[in-house]
């Protein structure tokens, strides 16, 4: 029987405990067409090479190399395993060469085997390898590279110390510490530390682990994001401030607080409005952490928080404004300028401050703030003149006050003074204070009011028509007389009626001239007239419709 009739003849279970190499070798190159089926002649071949890689034989290297160019994907990685796990350095070359196919599964296995073996001259390879377009093969590359342990592999694999692939960060790690190297006080070490998660080595290392610790920041998990930042403040190099910023705008509580205390000791425009917008955060130890390192900063913070008042972002205008009452009399003028010329949240902040601070330059500022028609923002300066302890006098200015603090009796008692200020207020959005303004208005009796409140007979708000006719009837003027008289048709009966009792008034006093008299005297019946307030129902009562009767004024005019 010849060699080749004598392979044919072998069944698996032979080729799996057979000790010929040759003939072992030989089975590698079976013929499918031989024992009738691919099936079968792939478990043939696969016995055969896990065979040799069993038998550890030095002849074996020669035919498993030759496999590793056979047609069959699962043999050739059969072969390669097997050459990893035979060791033999003859085999290098040939799996060098595998590292150039175009699939990364063959290429895994490959980089696995020259591991394994452990030759310098796969070394270069396995360096190139570490930047494989897969990170299984990457993976792979930096564990076989410490097996090699060659010191030419150091520098590759601390590049490796920085990617953002946390397994192969941690597989450098473990080849570093095969290899032997030690961490100093460089970028490297502090990537070797970060790598671990070890913030507080990083932050012995200082400046050099700047760069490692802005970059982690960028992609840790929220309570290493808070470490990171502590150790980036604890450092304190002005390369930390832009990401110790950002941070103070991180979706956990914990980093935003960390990076707020962090930013204390950097007197730097970025860094002070970072820390403002902070200072109105959600959460209250943010909050606090923010104003204490603003507060840290001290006078440095001074002409950023200033220029800070101008700031395109609403909280941070708000929160230096704030702030800035913590720095005493040097900040006044800043103030009063953010009083005079910002929006209305900022001038209340501004007014709230300089309350703080005492200073007399700020009065006469704040008593123009108190003749706005902003509320709060009366409210707001009315509150810092009482702080500076400033007294209201029988002026104005002290009207002003009073109407901010809703004394009208205050205002009635000034008299005169205050007309001018009252009769603002008969524009104010609020329909209150436009009652209160008339009813002091008519109460003080000054002939200034008139020609307003002959206008506010037209105000589309009926109480005000209502006082307005009201006041009005104290006057004695010819002026109001023809107004009141087209009240009378007002859809309102209040308003009719006080309309009414004014023309009463008027004509019972007689401060009017004869013409006046005789007009107001026309219209006796229709302000006598009673009044009717009723629904009148017309139709059957499967059909009826309704309708709201409102007529008369009811007012008593005795001549």
């Given at each position: 029987?010849?060699f080749?009739?004598?392979?044919?003849?072998?069944?698996?279970?032979k080729?799996?405990?057979s000790?010929?190499?040759d003939?072992?070798?030989?089975a590698?190159?079976?013929?499918?067409?031989?024992?009738q089926?691919?099936t079968?002649?792939?478990?043939?071949?696969?016995?055969?090479?896990?065979?040799?890689a069993?038998?550890?034989?030095?002849?074996?290297?020669?035919?498993l190399?030759?496999?590793?160019?056979?047609?069959?994907?699962?043999?050739?990685?059969?072969?390669?395993?097997a050459?990893?796990?035979?060791?033999?350095?003859?085999?290098?070359?040939a799996?060098?060469?595998?590292?150039?196919?175009r699939?990364?599964?063959p290429?895994?296995?490959?980089?696995?085997?020259?591991?394994?073996?452990?030759?310098?001259?796969a070394?270069q390879?396995?360096?190139?390898?570490?930047?494989?377009?897969?990170?299984?093969?990457?993976?792979a590359?930096?564990?076989?590279?410490a097996q090699?342990?060659?010191?030419?592999?150091?520098?590759?694999?601390?590049?490796?110390?920085q990617t953002?692939?946390?397994?192969?960060?941690?597989?450098?790690?473990?080849?570093?510490?095969?290899i032997?190297?030690?961490?100093?006080?460089?970028?490297?070490?502090?990537?070797?530390w970060a790598?671990?998660?070890?913030?507080?080595q990083?932050?012995?290392?200082?400046?050099?682990?700047?760069?490692?610790?802005?970059e982690?920041?960028?992609?840790?998990?929220e309570s290493?994001?808070a470490?990171i930042?502590?150790?980036?403040?604890?450092?304190?190099?002005?390369?930390?401030?832009?990401?110790?910023?950002?941070?103070?705008?991180?979706?956990?509580?914990m980093?935003?607080?960390?990076a707020?205390?962090?930013?204390?000791?950097?007197?730097?425009?970025?860094?002070?409005?970072?820390?403002?917008?902070?200072?109105?955060?959600?959460?209250?130890t943010?909050?606090?952490?923010?104003?204490?390192?603003?507060?840290?900063?001290g006078?440095k913070?001074?002409?950023?928080?200033?220029t800070?008042?101008?700031?395109?972002?609403?909280?941070?205008?708000?929160?230096a404004?704030?702030?800035?009452?913590?720095?005493?009399?040097?900040?006044?003028?800043a103030?009063?300028?953010?009083?005079?010329?910002?929006?209305?949240p900022l001038?209340q902040?501004?007014?709230?401050?300089?309350?703080?601070?005492?200073d007399?330059?700020?009065v006469?500022?704040?008593i123009t703030?108190?003749?706005?028609?902003?509320?709060?923002?009366?409210?707001?300066?009315?509150?810092?003149?009482?702080?500076?302890?400033?007294?209201?006098?029988?002026?104005?200015?002290?009207?002003?006050?009073?109407?901010?603090?809703?004394?009208?009796?205050?205002?009635?008692?000034?008299?005169?003074?205050?007309?001018?200020?009252?009769?603002?207020?008969?524009?104010?959005p609020?329909?209150?204070?436009?009652?209160?303004?008339m009813?002091?208005?008519?109460?003080?009796?000054?002939?200034?009011?008139?020609?307003p409140?002959?206008?506010?007979?037209g105000?589309?708000?009926?109480?005000?028509?209502?006082?307005s006719?009201?006041a009005?009837?104290?006057?004695?003027?010819?002026?109001?007389?023809?107004?009141?008289?087209?009240?009378l048709?007002?859809?309102?009966w209040e308003?009719?009626?006080?309309?009414?009792?004014?023309l009463a008034?008027?004509?019972?006093?007689?401060?009017?001239?004869?013409?006046?008299?005789?007009?107001?005297?026309?219209?006796?019946?229709?302000?006598?007239?009673p009044?009717?307030?009723?629904?009148?129902?017309?139709?059957?009562?499967?059909?009826?419709t309704?309708?709201?009767?409102?007529?008369?004024?009811?007012?008593e005019?005795?001549?």
């Amino acid at each position: 029987m010849s060699f080749q009739q004598r392979i044919f003849g072998l069944s698996l279970e032979k080729i799996q405990s057979s000790n010929d190499v040759d003939e072992l070798a030989a089975a590698l190159q079976l013929d499918h067409a031989v024992l009738q089926g691919k099936t079968k002649v792939q478990a043939a071949r696969l016995a055969a090479i896990q065979r040799l890689a069993e038998l550890n034989h030095p002849r074996a290297v020669e035919p498993l190399v030759a496999a590793l160019k056979d047609v069959d994907w699962s043999v050739r990685n059969a072969a390669v395993q097997a050459l990893g796990r035979i060791g033999d350095p003859r085999a290098v070359p040939a799996l060098i060469k595998c590292l150039l196919d175009r699939y990364w599964e063959p290429r895994l296995p490959v980089v696995q085997a020259l591991g394994q073996i452990g030759d310098n001259r796969a070394v270069q390879p396995l360096i190139a390898a570490l930047k494989d377009q897969d990170q299984h093969v990457q993976q792979a590359a930096i564990e076989a590279l410490a097996q090699i342990g060659d010191p030419e592999t150091i520098q590759p694999l601390v590049t490796f110390l920085q990617t953002k692939d946390k397994p192969a960060r941690r597989a450098a790690v473990q080849a570093l510490d095969r290899i032997g190297w030690k961490p100093g006080k460089d970028e490297a070490s502090a990537a070797y530390w970060a790598a671990q998660g070890n913030w507080e080595q990083c932050a012995r290392i200082g400046t050099p682990a700047v760069n490692v610790l802005v970059e982690a920041l960028q992609d840790r998990s929220e309570s290493q994001r808070a470490e990171i930042a502590r150790a980036l403040g604890q450092i304190g190099d002005p390369r930390a401030m832009e990401a110790l910023a950002a941070s103070t705008k991180d979706s956990d509580v914990m980093v935003r607080q960390v990076a707020a205390s962090s930013l204390g000791q950097f007197a730097e425009p970025r860094a002070v409005r970072a820390l403002l917008a902070a200072s109105k955060d959600t959460d209250r130890t943010v909050r606090q952490a923010a104003v204490s390192s603003l507060t840290q900063l001290g006078p440095k913070a001074l002409p950023v928080l200033v220029t800070a008042l101008q700031d395109d972002d609403f909280q941070v205008r708000l929160g230096a404004a704030a702030l800035l009452g913590k720095f005493g009399p040097q900040a006044t003028l800043a103030l009063i300028g953010a009083l005079q010329n910002g929006d209305s949240p900022l001038r209340q902040e501004a007014a709230k401050s300089l309350g703080v601070i005492g200073d007399a330059r700020a009065v006469q500022p704040l008593i123009t703030a108190l003749k706005t028609q902003d509320f709060n923002l009366r409210q707001a300066a009315e509150a810092a003149l009482d702080r500076i302890d400033w007294k209201p006098g029988k002026d104005e200015a002290g009207a002003a006050y009073w109407i901010a603090r809703g004394k009208w009796e205050r205002c009635v008692e000034l008299g005169a003074p205050a007309v001018e200020l009252l009769i603002g207020e008969l524009k104010n959005p609020n329909y209150q204070v436009r009652n209160d303004a008339m009813d002091a208005l008519a109460a003080i009796g000054d002939r200034r009011a008139l020609e307003p409140l002959i206008s506010a007979l037209g105000d589309p708000d009926w109480s005000m028509r209502k006082r307005s006719a009201s006041a009005l009837g104290h006057f004695g003027d010819a002026s109001a007389v023809r107004p009141l008289i087209a009240l009378l048709t007002d859809q309102n009966w209040e308003v009719r009626q006080a309309a009414g009792s004014a023309l009463a008034a008027l004509y019972q006093e007689k401060l009017l001239g004869a013409q006046e008299r005789a007009l107001i005297l026309k219209k006796k019946d229709a302000i006598t007239i009673p009044h009717e307030d009723r629904w009148e129902y017309t139709g059957r009562s499967s059909d009826c419709t309704s309708y709201h009767v409102d007529s008369g004024i009811g007012v008593e005019f005795p001549v």
